[in-house]
């Protein structure tokens, strides 16, 4: 028999006897065991021998722990005198090789579990061991740690084994084709797919209790953590109602801080390696705060911390044993409070670090933000924004008032975040999210896209600032109300509202409200982690989990930080930061940053920064979830929960910590008490170099605005006049502003300041309260050298009733403006002109100084905004005008509408003198006006001359294609003007036609859906050649009759099944309609997921091999391109995949072949139904209340008027295409081979 090490505690076989001493048999030679072990045992009260575990030893013996680096069986004697043992009650603990001790069978009823000697598999590498804390009284109060053992899997565990540690392994993600070594010394490494026991405990049906530890490397045994587990195990298997009977103090004083586990807050700070010149300290860390997600400071400069010890799942059950899927906080207990939290946290000793927590409220779900407000705070934690009040002054909230809801995210890390009452009134806040927002005030719903958007702190109006498709968790607004937002996974960390959707929805325009200061940010971390668990899972080597966007305005650091924004990446313990220039209307980073380091790095990986702040005391604060993982979704493809978090073992609940980071030459200026100040001490305020202190000033004399902020007008008008700090002037204009006491003098001089961020602000000002500025106002605000002044005077014209002098500026400025963002403006400003300026444009024989792109966007901005009445008018100049290009192109904008305006009928004679012109260019712009403008007919017979001339045109192969295009383009939108219009435009379609004219052909007929259109597109599908197919077909795809009606020509053989590419199957066997989806798998097939991951088994072995990395670049190009990113080049669509080469094959060649495996929702399809039948598949890139701008393949976007959709649905599926095994395995091998070659190497 090879050598066994057993320890025997020894209870008499008949009743139990607490008074009894435990006898201890230990048989071997383990120094951790026959020593620190059993002097702890002994040291216990415990009797401790030494034997083989004999039927004679046994016969005393109670507990039972058998231990052996070898995994062999004992004798058959010794087998069934241990099954005897168990049978009268007897408590077993297997360490290591003890797990071996007999076969399954015996294994699975002695110790809830075998090696399988046949099945069973362990490999070695550093591994952490995932202890499931407080699980079970063997694990309670202790942590995960890494150690270098061997890790076991595939064993015979009973479903009745109660795991308390657990393990990655090797596996794939089908568990059945496993991968790992059948031999110890195999190089493999684990990964996310497989977790299996590592501890585990079991009681019998015969009441014996027997516990389990896989590991047993000597290390390990000695590792403190590790001989407690032993320790304990002996007492519970023994019986004893205290588990620590026999553990040592000094072993148990670290159990929650293990050696490779978590640090101590105090030895984490010894891990920063941060810039010269600044220190950090130890601010709160646990158990006084767990998970804290977001902190603010109130007027007497007291701490309010946030925390979260319910992320990621919140309330919502589990999808796999609680032992896997952590992230549950009490698993089976949901019918409960949220036990989320806001706390104000106090130094009573001023020794620097928080002593005293006061718990304002609890019983929050997800809490993810707040904001300080009146008495209490105004927070989001599912299903609402609410405020919590303290009406009696005790210091918690005694009452709850919902103000918005709709805020239950299904994915919880989209999340509303970052809440900051702005100088202007507003709190602004970022989300990853949509909702449809209810104001409980009022009943409005209100649609929330990903972005920011804002909220009135009555509750009253909640409204959308910036839109833009994916996750956020940063948001910032500055004192001269610049908003950042952050983008968390896109891998461009921080952007800048350029412009807010309010004025882009009034124009039509290229422009977004965002623009991306730091595009594709690389992280100067050199190191990157390899190891599967704590390795970033998309653009490694960049920002895919960026936390805050918090720009320094301190006071207390070096002048050379101030306006310097910093975020972080959690997944890499960074706190990054950079300085940021004003480049024209847009804000922005260095193109590229020469640094060998990031601003603060750790190399603890347990450091887990989710926020940064400023405190009123100038210092960084950090907050850190101190955890192993960061990361929610995992694209790799594991099992998800239902927060649609990655299902794994070591979501903590429990850490959490809030570090201070201060310059040490940083002055110790005063922190004012503002919430017991008079008003003369809040205006002072304002003048604070902090600008938490200032924030806090402005918020605290609003709030008793009836009272202190009267009595502060005079202090305020003075500051507002002629104060030299721009930071201190902008609050007072804003103050008296929302007081309704701003003078007209006071603000015509601050439009005048010296400084730009004052004159920008008053120009905000004046939007924001519909104040109408004056010519000479807005020609200076327009000709400003600062493009942010200019576009905050166009956003000022546009708010308000606009003169006829500041008209006639900004129509003789059109032509000046460069950006798309000042065009949007300018349009949408230009609507709002007491009379269209286009009237003015078209009487004009010079045109006023415009170009035809200004004119098409005023003629657009005005058909999209509220002045529609002034159409006609316009229609009546261009009937008088000379210009003939200005009025093509403003008939042209004005028919892309099929609503006619109010006035219309005053205007059909205009419009008989346009349709009759003598320019057929001009009289062919009418005819689409008309159709939707004479519904009498008063105008059929001009109408149909044109319409007879257009179609005349079209069939004529002798006239030039672009004038034969022009008439097609034409016609059919004018097709209600004569039945015979369609049937004979369609008609063309079967006969050749030039290849431009074919293409405007199928876009034309596709747009009119009616189903003489999709007939005509389908007979001529054959005869169509591969560009114009991919047109014919997106017509045909988005509109499930016509794909019903596709697929049947291809089941009649009349298009030939093989003519359509993966991709165009794919979405055909994916379509959002049922009932094509199915008839498409019918025709083509769908493989299932398990049949994929057998098909990547398959391929592996094969693309595996080197590839041809040239080949792989070049089809790349090609194929992958349209959609994806990669060193710069490519087209913004799905994820960019710079630095996703550094994963396995298997895993590459997995999202490959099954790209729906998991879709994250940044990435999930949109599916659209337009009122008139069209059906869209697309990500939504943005939206506001005029319009949703969608992103399709290729990255090219369009615009959708929200008033033209019927429904849309958020799909499961990721548009990537399925099938591209069909490309075969030398070319699936080159492509990964080039994604690979271009991954960022870890150093």
Not at 107 to 129: I, N, T
Not at 412 to 418: L, Y
Not at 808 to 819: E, H, P, T, Y
Not at 1185 to 1213: C, F, H, W, Y
Request: aromatic share 6%; glycine share 8%; hydrophobic share 40%.
């Amino acid at each position: 028999m090879k050598p066994f090490l057993t320890i025997a505690i020894v209870i008499a076989a008949g009743p139990w006897l607490s008074a009894a001493p435990l006898r201890v048999l230990i048989t071997g030679n383990n120094p951790a065991l026959t020593g620190q072990c059993a002097t702890a045992l002994k040291a216990g009260g415990a009797q401790v021998t030494t034997g083989e575990p004999s039927e004679t030893k046994l016969a005393t013996a109670d507990v039972v722990i058998l231990q052996s680096d070898k995994f062999e069986q004992l004798s058959t004697s010794d087998q069934t005198a241990l099954s005897a043992f168990a049978k009268r009650g007897g408590g077993i603990v297997a360490i290591n090789g003890g797990v071996a001790a007999g076969p399954s069978a015996w294994g699975k009823e002695v110790l809830g579990g075998a090696w399988d000697p046949a099945d069973s598999r362990k490999f070695k590498e550093l591994m952490m061991l995932y202890v499931v804390s407080n699980s079970h009284a063997i694990v309670k109060d202790s942590s995960p740690f890494d150690i270098t053992d061997e890790t076991y899997y595939d064993l015979d565990i009973s479903d009745k084994a109660y795991v308390i540690a657990s393990a990655f392994t090797p596996y794939g993600k089908n568990p059945k084709r496993g991968e790992g070594p059948r031999v110890p010394d195999k190089d493999v490494r684990s990964n996310i797919y497989d977790l299996q026991p590592q501890m585990w405990t079991y009681e019998g049906e015969d009441k014996h209790r027997a516990s389990v530890i896989l590991q047993g490397a000597p290390e390990t045994l000695a590792h403190a953590s590790v001989r407690t587990f032993i320790l304990r195990s002996v007492a519970w298997a023994g019986k004893l109602e205290n588990v620590d009977t026999f553990s040592v103090k000094a072993d148990l004083a670290t159990l929650r801080y293990p050696a490779g586990g978590p640090l101590r807050a105090a030895d984490a700070i010894k891990k920063f390696q941060m810039q010269p010149g600044f220190v950090a300290s130890v601010v709160a860390e646990e158990p006084l705060v767990n998970k804290p997600i977001a902190i603010q400071w109130d007027g007497r400069g007291r701490m309010w911390v946030a925390e979260t010890p319910e992320y990621p799942n919140g309330k919502r059950p589990l999808n796999a044993p609680a032992w896997k899927e952590t992230g549950v906080r009490e698993p089976g207990n949901y019918d409960r409070p949220g036990r989320d939290s806001i706390s104000i946290l106090e130094d009573t000793n001023g020794d620097g670090e928080m002593d005293k927590k006061n718990i304002f409220h609890t019983g929050l779900e997800l809490v993810t933000g707040f904001t300080l407000s009146g008495k209490g705070v105004i927070a989001v934690a599912q299903p609402h924004i609410v405020y919590l009040e303290d009406t009696d002054g005790d210091g918690k909230a005694d009452k709850e008032t919902p103000l918005f809801e709709g805020f239950a995210p299904g994915d919880t890390h989209f999340v509303a975040n970052h809440f900051v009452e702005a100088p202007d009134g507003w709190v602004y806040v970022s989300t990853g999210s949509g909702a449809d927002a209810k104001s409980v005030k009022t009943g409005k719903v209100t649609k929330i896209s990903p972005g920011v958007f804002r909220f009135r702190t009555d509750g009253s109006v909640i409204e959308q600032v910036a839109s833009q498709g994916g996750n956020s968790f940063g948001g910032e607004v500055t004192s001269d109300m610049e908003i950042y937002h952050g983008k968390a996974t896109s891998g461009n960390p921080i952007e800048h509202v350029v412009m807010p959707e309010w004025v882009l929805a009034k124009s039509s325009t290229k422009a977004g409200a965002f623009s991306s200061v730091n595009p594709g940010r690389q992280v100067a971390r050199k190191d990157l982690p390899e190891r599967a668990n704590i390795r970033q899972i998309d653009q490694v080597g960049r920002f895919t989990a960026a936390c805050s966007t918090a720009v320094y305005e301190g006071g207390a650091w070096p002048k050379e930080y101030n306006g310097m924004i910093f975020t972080t990446e959690p997944i890499l313990d960074i706190i990054h930061c950079e300085t940021i220039k004003q480049d024209g209307p847009v804000m922005k980073g260095p193109e590229k940053m020469d640094i060998q380091a990031e601003w603060l790095r750790s190399t603890d990986y347990w450091f887990c920064p989710v926020d940064v702040s400023f405190g009123p005391d100038g210092a960084m604060y950090v907050l850190d979830f101190n955890t192993p993982v960061v990361t929610h979704n995992d694209t790799r493809g594991p099992e998800h929960s239902k927060s649609n978090a990655s299902i794994r073992p070591d979501r903590d609940q429990y850490f959490g910590r809030i570090f201070r980071i201060q310059h040490k030459d940083a002055p110790k200026f005063p922190i004012p008490d503002l919430d017991s100040a008079n008003a003369a001490a809040l205006v002072a305020a304002f003048k604070h170099p902090n600008k938490v202190v200032r924030f806090n000033a402005i918020r605290i004399l609003l709030e008793k605005g009836d009272t202190l902020g009267k009595q502060a007008v005079p202090a305020l008008t003075t500051m507002a006049a002629g104060e030299p700090v721009a930071s201190s002037r902008i609050l007072a204009l804003w103050a008296l502003n929302r007081l309704g006491q701003l003078k007209d003098t006071t603000l015509a001089s601050a439009m005048g300041s010296p400084d730009s961020h004052i004159r920008k602000n008053a120009y905000l000002i004046a939007e924001s309260a519909g104040i109408p500025i004056s010519g000479s106002q807005a020609k200076a605000g327009i000709d400003d050298d600062d493009a942010r002044v200019r576009l905050a005077t166009l956003r000022a014209l546009g708010a308000s009733t606009m003169t006829p002098e500041a008209s006639a500026v900004l129509l003789a400025s059109n032509s000046k403006f460069g950006d798309d963002w000042s065009k949007a403006a300018a349009a949408a400003a230009g609507a709002k002109a007491p009379t269209s300026q286009l009237e003015s444009v078209l009487a004009d024989a010079t045109g006023a100084g415009q170009t035809e792109e200004s004119i098409r966007t005023m003629a657009a901005a005005l058909v999209s905004g509220e002045n529609t009445a002034q159409i006609p008018g316009v229609v009546k100049a261009a009937a008088a005008s000379k210009n003939a290009p200005f009025v093509i192109a403003v008939l042209q904008e004005f028919g892309k509408s099929q609503n006619a305006p109010r006035g219309a009928a005053g205007a059909i004679n205009a419009l008989r003198v346009l349709l009759t012109s003598s320019n057929k260019r001009v009289a062919i712009s009418a005819l689409p006006v008309a159709a939707v403008w004479d519904k009498s007919g008063t105008l059929a017979k001009e109408s149909t001359k044109v319409a007879g001339e257009l179609l005349n045109a079209a069939r004529d192969p002798n006239v030039p294609e672009t004038t034969r295009a022009e008439a097609v383009r034409t016609l059919l939108p004018a097709r209600s003007l004569n039945k015979f219009i369609l049937p004979n435009v369609a008609a063309l379609l079967a006969k050749p036609q030039p290849e431009s004219l074919t293409k405007d052909l199928l876009t034309s007929l596709a747009a009119t859906g009616e189903p003489e259109a999709g007939k005509a597109i389908i007979d001529a599908y054959p005869t169509l050649k591969d560009d114009q197919k991919e047109i014919a077909f997106n017509a045909l795809a988005g509109r499930p009759e016509w794909a019903k009606q596709l697929l049947a020509a291809i089941e009649s053989k009349k298009i030939a099944a093989e003519s359509f590419t993966p991709a165009l199957v794919s979405r055909l066997t994916a379509h959002p309609d049922a009932a094509v989806s199915a008839s498409a798998k019918a025709l083509f097939g769908g493989g299932t997921s398990s049949g994929k991951d057998e098909l990547v088994s398959k391929l592996l072995p094969d693309i595996e091999k080197p590839g041809n990395i040239e080949n792989g670049k070049t089809l790349f190009t090609a194929m992958c391109a349209v959609c994806h990113k990669i060193e710069g080049a490519g087209n913004v669509f799905g994820p960019n995949l710079d630095g996703i080469g550094a994963h396995p094959v298997r895993e590459l060649l997995t999202h490959i072949v099954n790209p729906s495996l998991v879709v994250d929702d940044e990435h999930r399809t949109w599916n659209i139904t337009m009122k008139d039948g069209t059906l869209h598949s697309a990500l939504i890139a943005s939206e506001n209340e005029a319009r949703v701008q969608i992103r399709m393949p290729g990255g090219v976007t369009q615009d959708l008027k929200t008033s033209e959709i019927a429904s849309r649905v958020k799909g499961a599926n990721s548009l990537m295409p399925e099938g591209l095994e069909a490309i075969g395995t030398d070319n699936l091998r080159d492509i990964i081979g080039y994604i690979r070659s271009v991954a960022p190497k870890s150093e």
